[in-house]
């Protein structure tokens, strides 16, 4: 578990449990539920591929209207590619989990991760959900997050208290990754809960731009997912004054702390990429627009060469300046700076010298590495997260079976 | 070596040779001298990275003119990212080499491939450019093709012989590949002679058409080298009339020529990617346009998920549907078929079932294989090589130093 979950993974007004139903083969747990005892405001982000699974299509419709009350997700078969079977199943997913809640359908959200083009076990789901709907608790947080898994080698919570006006808010989120994953507007699976009061468009506003600087900045393989989910749910049991827009009191603290619950998140994914061994940040200042900072920061983020070099701690950054070049960034090479955590090891268009090298070489042993590029070329910059590629990621990807 | 080389790898006027100058501490061959009796018509094919090494620049000013007499290639340093010291060598190695043919430098092309960011060690490349020009003779071009390697594991040679009106043209080429490998102009580094007498423009042409439908349809990694240089050399020797352009009698055969010689060389390069197992072929079509069939043909080359799953002989046809649909390629899913090694494993929307699938896990394990999409969303097609991704991969770029 994560070091960060302490302060509150309990979110007042939401329950959750995670079970195992019989779809993963291992035991493991594969179905996840989480409630709200109220009706929530509610907003989604969705994978921007043209492919996507029956879950991600009825997901996104519902939460248009900006309420739900609970989200329903199993592991292990993603319901992608099913045609009029998949759909159906996903909608009568829903239907069972309402039932047992006693709401309507359209209140409950689903995503489905896994194997792409099997069907889902439906009589096993059915079992499942109703085992789910009496297990749900106040701090069945860690459960569900336990169930969303696949490769994943822990599961992700993340969790703050924030003052908002006069009241507490809590804001908890779980995650899941850790191939497929470079989201461009949404992302893998995460679900945030928050007990504050808050509009549907502005909690809108708010999922996306803590998306767009946490979880769209992860990067592990360079693919999307067919079911790529992000939702945040408030139910508003904390009794602060709604929160309308940016301009409402405590609506800067409260876009932060959901900011940071996704950050937190979005780290621990890229930590956790598959077959990773660290944490990668990449930093791309001195770019000549933020468009280009960003296509430079991702191609390091995605190089096959620099994610190896890592591996092998190598401060090879030939490879760096190669794979910035490749992507048609434009640079002033005698300008150019590399630093790999800390250490310049490029720099005014050469070599820093084989000194430089060795201390650089030293530090690439550690959990987190950060590469900085000033490209000398403007003012923009650019942050991705990442890690590095190792014989595990061959190895899971390899072996891992359709 | 490959089997394929036997027609001609001689062509009448070229000499060529390779030694071993001491770049490569493992003593193996690392530099190459391509030389003609006589002037040459000359093409070249440049990296068009925004990070260029000196040699390209140097080489890419002097194939401006059209007209060339030797190549100089060293392999283990890349002369890149070296400043003014990095230009002073590759116009001093140049000299040298003119000295030793009884040429003038600006008729010396020059490339260099290795390591980024090390002075190339000039007293013993003086040294080296001096027994080449001994050792230089019209045999020699498999010496020249293994002389300019690095991680690759075998030289490469293709020639033919051709009509081109009434005479017969020898073409043979050399490549080296095999990390940093998706040209989008040119490639790596590929040099084709012939004793064909052909305008400098039209053999500009020639040779654009003939990289267009070979090197930049080759991906390994995604990446594009900061060295990438194809020239196309023409003597004349054969004493035909001369090619001025597509309606000179024989022009089309000898385009087809250089064609068959680059796509023979690219297939190599894509089967001896690093760590590769295995040749792919991917076959895209029933897309929108052109630019989509390519770009959907090159998202499932570079594919890690797709890659992996080759190495482990799973015919995971929902990765490959997956990545189609993360690069926003427009599909109709009902109508989407995916076959692998003539296996159909995906149709009509969905799982072509279990039987399928086990057949075309059998033929995975062949060195040839094949992954043909059909979006069934337009007409337009494209066709792209590359390999799959092995533990080796990640040992041969975790451990090649810096």
């Not at 409630?35 to 509610?42: E, L, V």
């Not at 760096?320 to 005014?348: M, N, S, W």
Request: hydrophobic share 45%; with cysteine.
């Amino acid at each position: 578990m994560s070091r960060r979950t302490r302060p509150a993974a309990l979110v007042p007004g939401f329950r959750a449990a995670g079970v195992h139903c019989g779809i993963k083969k291992s035991g493991a747990p594969d179905l996840a539920l989480i409630a709200s005892d109220a009706p929530c405001a509610a907003a989604g982000l969705f994978t921007r591929s043209s492919v996507v699974g029956a879950p991600v299509e009825l997901s996104r419709r519902r939460v248009r209207g900006g309420r739900a009350r609970a989200v329903l997700v199993n592991s292990g078969i993603s319901n992608v590619a099913m045609g009029e079977r998949g759909r159906r199943s996903a909608e009568q997913m829903t239907a069972w989990a309402a039932e047992s809640l006693g709401c309507r359908p359209t209140e409950v959200l689903v995503a489905s991760t896994g194997v792409i083009g099997q069907p889902l076990p439906m009589a096993k789901l059915r079992r499942g959900i109703h085992a789910l709907a009496d297990a749900l608790r106040p701090e069945g947080l860690p459960d569900a997050a336990r169930a969303i898994m696949t490769t994943d080698t822990h599961p992700k919570l993340a969790a703050r208290r924030v003052r908002v006006g006069d009241t507490t808010v809590h804001v908890a989120g779980i995650a899941k990754g850790v191939g497929m994953i470079e989201p461009r507007m949404a992302t893998l699976l995460a679900f945030v809960l928050c007990d504050a009061a808050v509009a549907p468009p502005f909690l809108r506003r708010v999922l996306r731009q803590a998306a767009d600087a946490s979880f769209n900045r992860v990067s592990v393989d360079g693919e999307q997912s067919t079911s790529d989910t992000a939702l945040l749910l408030a139910n508003g049991r904390a009794g602060n004054h709604l929160l309308r827009g940016p301009g409402s009191r405590g609506a800067g603290a409260f876009a932060a702390a959901v900011g940071e619950v996704c950050e937190e998140l979005a780290r621990m994914l890229a930590r956790d990429g598959e077959g990773a061994t660290k944490l990668v940040t990449v930093r791309v200042g001195g770019a000549r627009s933020p468009s280009e900072a960003e296509r430079a920061a991702r191609r390091i983020a995605n190089s096959l060469l620099v994610k190896t070099a890592l591996f092998g701690r190598d401060p090879n950054w030939g490879r760096i300046l190669q794979t910035v070049g490749a992507g048609g960034v434009r640079l002033r090479l005698p300008r150019t700076r590399i630093a790999l955590c800390g250490v310049a090891v490029f720099k005014d268009g050469t070599s820093a010298g084989p000194a430089a090298r060795r201390r650089a070489a030293a530090r690439l042993g550690a959990p987190d590495v950060d590469i900085e590029v000033h490209l000398g070329a403007g003012r923009s910059e650019a942050r991705i997260w990442t890690c590095d590629l190792s014989y595990d990621y061959v190895r899971i990807n390899a072996e891992y079976t359709t």
